[in-house]
């Protein structure tokens, strides 16, 4: 089956509601100033917990979560796979690249959560379950995410037939790999800070 308009339509939806800049927003009311002036310099929840509130990251990522949740949701629910995979290609890339900020956003994995859950729920928990295995045992947040990322299309078929289901959680894996191209570097290299540490070790 091809894509029609009324697919890309959803493509443009997903990418409007992505590249809502929740982290800069929430930071900017809070009178906490650009969150992309300190730490890594992304809008993620990581670098929001370095202003220092809790509670602030934790709605960044609640947020950014919901950003790709809800237009995979509703593109499933009133289109069918192919225009949800669309809007979860597009609320991460909106994300990554949000026009309001000169396409300089952050590394998606908050979006790529939502997503997954939009997609299928257990393909999600799935997702923060492995994160959490990972954090615990190495302590680096970037390597839980990456580990996590990386196992999504291996599950992807064990829970749907629809290919288009499966193709976007393969390239939105690849995608997580290339925008932490960064941090793999420091992985290699022994140099990426662990949980706690502080360093540019973002994930989101």
Same mark, same amino acid.
């Given at each position: 089956?091809?894509?029609?308009?009324?697919?890309?339509?959803?493509?443009?939806?997903?990418?409007?509601?992505?590249?809502?800049?929740?982290?800069?927003?929430?930071?900017?009311?809070?009178?906490?100033?650009?969150?992309?002036?300190?730490?890594?310099? &992304?809008?993620?929840?990581? &670098?929001?917990?370095?202003?220092?509130?809790?509670?602030? /990251?934790? +709605?960044?990522?609640?947020?950014?979560?919901?950003?790709?949740?809800?237009?995979?949701? +509703?593109?499933?629910?009133?289109?069918?796979?192919? /225009?949800?995979? +669309?809007?979860?290609?597009?609320?991460?890339?909106?994300?990554?690249?949000?026009?309001?900020?000169?396409?300089?956003?952050?590394?998606?994995?908050?979006?790529?959560?939502?997503? +997954?859950?939009?997609?299928?729920?257990?393909?999600?928990?799935?997702?923060?379950?492995?994160?959490?295995? @990972?954090?615990?045992?190495?302590?680096?947040?970037?390597?839980?995410?990456?580990?996590?990322?990386?196992?999504?299309?291996?599950?992807?078929?064990?829970?749907?037939?629809?290919? $288009?289901?499966?193709?976007? @959680?393969?390239?939105?894996?690849? $995608?997580?790999?290339?925008?932490?191209?960064? &941090?793999?570097?420091?992985?290699?290299?022994?140099?990426?800070?662990?949980?706690?540490?502080?360093?540019?070790?973002?994930?989101?």
């Amino acid at each position: 089956m091809g894509i029609a308009l009324f697919d890309i339509i959803w493509l443009l939806v997903g990418y409007a509601a992505g590249s809502i800049p929740f982290g800069l927003l929430l930071t900017k009311l809070a009178g906490l100033g650009d969150v992309r002036r300190i730490g890594s310099g &992304n809008i993620g929840a990581t &670098n929001v917990l370095r202003t220092g509130s809790k509670k602030l /990251a934790a +709605l960044t990522l609640l947020l950014d979560a919901l950003k790709g949740f809800v237009p995979v949701a +509703l593109a499933m629910w009133l289109a069918g796979p192919l /225009a949800a995979a +669309l809007a979860g290609a597009g609320a991460f890339l909106g994300h990554v690249l949000p026009v309001w900020l000169g396409f300089r956003g952050g590394k998606g994995v908050a979006t790529f959560i939502g997503v +997954l859950f939009g997609l299928h729920w257990l393909l999600g928990l799935a997702f923060i379950g492995i994160w959490l295995l @990972v954090a615990v045992l190495f302590r680096i947040s970037s390597l839980s995410a990456l580990v996590a990322a990386a196992t999504m299309p291996l599950l992807a078929p064990l829970l749907t037939t629809q290919p $288009a289901l499966r193709t976007v @959680v393969i390239v939105l894996a690849i $995608a997580i790999f290339i925008t932490h191209h960064a &941090n793999i570097r420091r992985l290699v290299a022994g140099e990426e800070p662990k949980i706690g540490e502080g360093g540019r070790s973002s994930a989101s």
